[in-house]
């Protein structure tokens, strides 16, 4: 059964870190391209961070570009976030996302989420 399960998610003041999990289940982390997302209140969710199966080939969003980085622990199946000198605007709930192709089916799937609330 395929799992994401996120966590590290809560209250940080302006300028703080913070650093997102998302554990895996049922698959290979390093065989998918995973993504963190993310949705603010009243707002589309956006892509904020990629990570690429094989290469580990990672990209960003322009508004998190030098604060965030993504990365993965193959080990322990696990993709992580890692958010640092965080604004405001960065509140939102994130969502793990993993896609892969076998044999010429795509799978998709979504965590739950976690809130990043970033406050003083």
């Known amino acids: 059964q395929v799992q994401l399960v996120e966590s590290g998610g809560g209250l940080v003041q302006p300028g703080g870190s913070l650093k997102l999990s998302c554990a895996a289940s049922?698959?290979?982390?390093?065989?998918?391209?995973m993504y963190w997302y993310r949705q603010a209140p009243e707002k589309e969710r956006e892509l904020v961070a990629a990570?690429?199966?094989?290469?580990?080939?990672?990209s960003y969003a322009d508004a998190v570009k030098g604060r965030f980085t993504i990365s993965r622990d193959n080990a322990k199946n696990t993709v992580y976030l890692q958010m640092n000198m965080l604004k405001p605007e960065d509140t939102a709930v994130y969502y793990c996302?993993?896609?892969?192709?076998?044999?010429?089916?795509?799978?998709?799937?979504w965590g739950q989420g976690t809130q990043v609330t970033v406050s003083s």
């Open positions: 996302r993993a896609i892969w192709t076998m044999r010429s089916t795509q799978f998709q799937y």
């Open positions: 990570i690429s199966s094989s290469s580990g080939t990672t």
């Open positions: 049922g698959f290979a982390v390093s065989s998918a391209f």
